[in-house]
T-cell receptor, first 111, second 115 residues
């Protein structure tokens, strides 16, 4: 049982480049989340999904897009990366009335 | 919008002693869930304990227990018999059981257990 898997684990981008982060869960969870973690700011919610085909904005959605075409996958896209998007990104999933399970994180550096 | 506040950015405790981490939250919902997560240097997020708002009894998990005060919207974590392995960043989190479903975290408390 793999749980929640994030791909890639590390990435360096140049300003203006685009990329997609993949989150895959094998627990049949309804809810999935993308967070960014910056020093002193905890985990801030970027976007989330309450089911296949649905997405919603979180606290810091600007500069990011998401899609959930399949229940098990939640993709986070950066269309034009900026240095302010340098961060550690976490994906999480949870079932109804349950706690969240997290991926191992993706360290993204934008230069 | 719901918010979660952890007012102690850093704390330290001597090994084998007891420490309490504070958390307050703001929500308009009547039913929700609260969590404490631990993040060691490995960066992995690990669930420590959970509390359901409709349950009046405080949750306990071995050396970890909570003081849940629903009226005051307070959810503190007590760690007894602190161990070196408890050194980590601790996050408090809230999620509504209503339609919002946002899982919101506090800014974290860095706990250091001193030998």
């Amino acid at each position: 049982n793999a749980g929640v898997t994030q791909t890639p684990k590390f990435r360096v981008l140049k300003t203006g480049q685009s990329m997609t982060l993949l989150c895959a869960q094998d627990m049949n969870h309804e809810y999935m989340y993308w967070y960014r973690q910056d020093p002193g700011m905890g985990l801030r919610l970027i976007h989330y999904s309450v089911g296949e085909g649905t997405t919603a904005k979180g606290e810091v959605p600007d500069g990011y897009n998401v899609s959930r075409l399949k229940k098990q996958n939640f993709l986070l896209g950066l269309e034009s990366a900026a240095p302010s998007q340098t961060s550690v990104y976490f994906c999480a999933s949870r079932a109804i009335r349950a706690e969240a399970f997290f991926g191992q994180g993706t360290r993204l550096t934008v230069v | 919008a719901q918010t979660v506040t952890q007012s102690q950015p850093e704390m330290s405790v001597q090994e084998a002693e007891t420490v309490t981490l504070s958390c307050t939250y703001d929500t308009s919902e009547s039913n929700y869930y609260l969590f404490w997560y631990k993040q060691p240097p490995s960066r992995q997020m690990i669930l420590v304990i959970r509390q359901e708002a409709y349950k009046q009894q405080n949750a306990t998990e071995n050396r970890f227990s909570v003081n849940f005060q629903k009226a005051a919207k307070s959810f503190s974590l007590k760690i007894s018999d602190s161990q070196l392995g408890d050194t980590a960043m601790y996050f408090c989190a809230h999620v509504s059981s209503g339609s919002a479903r946002q899982l919101t975290f506090g800014s974290g408390t860095q706990l250091t257990v001193l030998p």
